[in-house]
């Protein structure tokens, strides 16, 4: 699959998961969550610590997701991706889009063992749903 093909299997999902969005909306985590609501798509965040972002009731865990949501957006540190992809491989995910900075080779590769649509290359979600600050 090209990236163009991997990324479409990616956006096809009914619902996103954003893992590590935070509330601070200079981060990627807050912005990545916007991009997807700016989009008209539905966004769920991942934070254990808040009980809603940007207006959207989050959930604690990737466990937690409802199973509509086939595609996560990981904007964690890469020691953290590597601790949840095995979350996301029992929850059943099918596409997980690293964005710069998540990327974990070990993660990376445990996708590809496992056949999920994993997205790594340093493409960026903000970029090619063309986000833009309000």
């Known amino acids: 699959m090209t990236i163009q093909d991997q990324i479409k299997q990616f956006l096809a999902s009914p619902a996103f998961g954003v893992v590590g969005a935070s509330t601070n909306r200079q981060k990627y985590g807050n912005k990545v969550l916007r991009c997807y609501?700016?989009?008209?798509?539905?966004?769920?965040?991942?934070?254990?610590?808040?009980?809603?972002?940007?207006?959207?009731?989050?959930?604690?865990?990737?466990?937690?997701?409802?199973s509509e949501v086939e595609s996560i957006s990981m904007v964690t540190p890469?020691?953290?991706?590597?601790?949840?992809?095995?979350?996301?491989?029992?929850?059943?995910?099918?596409?997980?889009?690293?964005?710069?900075?998540?990327?974990?080779?070990?993660?990376?590769?445990?996708?590809?063992?496992?056949?999920?649509?994993?997205?790594?290359?340093g493409s960026c979600a903000l970029v090619v749903l063309g986000y833009h600050e309000h």
């Open 78 to 121: 890469p020691a953290v991706t590597l601790q949840l992809v095995p979350l996301a491989v029992a929850k059943g995910i099918k596409n997980i889009w690293m964005q710069p900075g998540a990327e974990h080779p070990d993660a990376v590769a445990l996708c590809r063992e496992q056949g999920i649509n994993v997205i790594a290359d």
């Open 37 to 66: 609501l700016q989009n008209g798509r539905k966004a769920i965040p991942v934070n254990p610590n808040e009980p809603e972002i940007e207006g959207v009731a989050c959930v604690a865990t990737i466990s937690d997701l409802p």
